[in-house]
């Protein structure tokens, strides 16, 4: 069992930037697979980003690409997010996978935290 809560999620301004975390308790977190996912009102959960056990391997959703940065350290993962336009706000979810590589959909993600509200205003 893994528990994952996210914080780091609040109001800004289009351009702006926000770090969100999200800690990990409960079974060894770093042989997981951690990704970041997003979801707004109306719409399906997309992935957002994902980084392996190891941090070598990374994954970022086109949209996103060159603006935010996942990385993680011994009991959390990060998702830097700069440059931040209006369609970056949703609920975004930390979830950890038991996959040996990063993977873009969210069945590969085993366990999932409530996750945090991020606004973007134009």
């Known amino acids: 069992q893994v528990q994952l809560v996210e914080s780091g999620g609040e109001l800004v301004q289009a351009g702006g930037s926000l770090r969100l975390s999200c800690a990990a308790s409960?079974?060894?977190?770093?042989?997981?697979?951690m990704g970041w996912f997003r979801q707004a009102p109306g719409k399906e959960r997309e992935f957002v980003a994902a980084?392996?056990?190891?941090?070598?391997i990374t994954r970022y959703a086109d949209s996103v690409k060159g603006r935010f940065t996942i990385s993680r350290d011994d009991a959390k993962v990060y998702l830097q997010m700069n440059s931040l336009k209006p369609e970056d706000t949703g609920v975004y979810l930390c979830?950890?996978?038991?996959?040996?590589?990063?993977?873009?959909?969210?069945?590969?993600?085993?366990?999932w935290g409530q996750g945090t509200q991020v606004t973007v205003s134009s």
């Open positions: 979830a950890s996978s038991t996959r040996s590589t990063p993977s873009y959909y969210t069945s590969a993600y085993n366990y």
């Open positions: 409960g079974r060894t977190f770093s042989i997981y697979v």
């Open positions: 980084i392996s056990a190891s941090a070598e």
